[in-house]
């Protein structure tokens, strides 16, 4: 029995959620499960510190940069150390791409599957108490289990995730995520240190009237986008911008809404990149009944050349991303 979107009642732990589901598919290990609750274990360590950050010193940039050349904010550095530690330990994931870090580490293990992350995106939101994200996906390797990490066990597409999720750190601490059954959100309470079941088979309403862009950088859109700006204002759209894709993405999900990062006359192919941010909030999306594209292409449909590629996004209520979709001659 392979039901997938079945109805679980609100307030269920995390914990409780991942085994039901579990027990759901004939064949399943547990690893996948085990993974879930790794990562969601992580979410929380991050979380404590990020509550930390203006009470002790340990925000604001260290002075290094990451491998797009940005700088790190310390505390990209220790969610990065925290989700990497998580996901040693589990033993289920054999291979990590994050953001930041230039090359792939090979855990060498048996992992079967290979995350790609973000490990705290919206990283300028730190040091002024705006909320940031943390982004992963998951794939099953393509190598044989215990062999050296490929390329190809990374640069798979984004119809390959078999789990993506996001934690949104923000006024609740919340952890949203798809297995390919739906999209679930549950909620963290910290004084319990449990998240709850919140939000059961989300769904993003078929369109909005919410468009999330930087227009700063308006003089550098295509026309295209251009034309769909004017859109939106003659249509008396709200302009919603955090800064933070996944604070973005988010409100999108739950009440309709464009999120937009453009091709720009100074980077052609936009700013996000899509191994561990597009394809896994495409994924929910999707499953959300949404939509995500490069304006041109499916998202999940782009075929991965390298491990920090960058792509346009184009995502959120389906009838928005169309017609901002529909600008393009
Ligand atoms: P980051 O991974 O360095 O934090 O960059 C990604 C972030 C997104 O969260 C956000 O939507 C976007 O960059 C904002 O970029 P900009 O300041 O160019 O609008
Ligand atoms: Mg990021």
């Not at 996000?272 to 594209?293: D, H, K, V």
Request: a negative charge; aromatic letters at 10%.
């Amino acid at each position: 029995m392979e039901d997938s979107r079945i109805a679980l009642p609100i307030g269920i732990t995390l914990d409780r959620f991942i085994k039901r589901k579990q027990e759901e598919f004939q064949y399943a290990t547990g690893e996948l499960s085990q993974l879930l609750r790794d990562i969601a274990l992580a979410g929380k360590v991050v979380n404590r510190e990020i509550n930390k950050a203006g009470l002790i010193n340990i925000s604001g940039a260290i002075g290094t940069q990451n491998v797009q050349g940005e700088d790190q904010q310390k505390l990209d550095v220790l969610a990065n150390i925290r989700f990497i530690r998580a996901l040693t330990k589990g033993g289920e994931a054999c291979a990590i791409v994050s953001e930041e870090d230039e090359e792939i580490t090979d855990l060498k293990n048996q992992g079967r599957y290979v995350i790609a992350i973000d490990p705290l995106d919206g990283s300028s939101n730190i040091d002024v108490n705006v909320s940031i994200g943390t982004i992963f996906s998951v794939y099953r390797r393509i190598t044989p289990v215990g062999s050296p990490v490929k390329k190809e066990d990374v640069l798979q597409k984004g119809i390959e995730q078999v789990a993506a999720g996001y934690l949104l750190y923000g006024s609740s601490t919340m952890l949203v995520y798809t297995t390919g059954h739906g999209v679930y959100g549950f909620t963290y309470e910290p004084s319990l240190g449990e998240y709850f079941l919140s939000h059961s088979d989300m769904i993003i309403p078929a369109t909005g009237k919410t468009y999330s862009i930087n227009e700063g950088s308006y003089n550098g859109f295509p026309e295209s986008v251009k034309s769909y700006i004017q859109f939106c204002k003659d249509n008396n759209y709200s302009a919603r911008y955090i800064g933070s894709l996944v604070a973005d993405f988010h409100r999108n999900l739950l009440k309709g809404g464009i999120y937009i990062y453009p091709p720009t006359t100074k980077i052609p192919n936009g700013k996000l990149r899509l191994l561990y941010e597009c394809n896994a909030l495409a994924f929910i999306a999707e499953q959300a009944g949404g939509i995500a594209t490069t304006g041109t292409q499916r998202i999940l449909e782009v075929e991965p050349q390298e491990f920090h590629q960058r792509v346009p996004l184009f995502i959120g209520s389906k009838e928005m991303v169309e017609k901002a979709q529909s600008f393009h001659t």
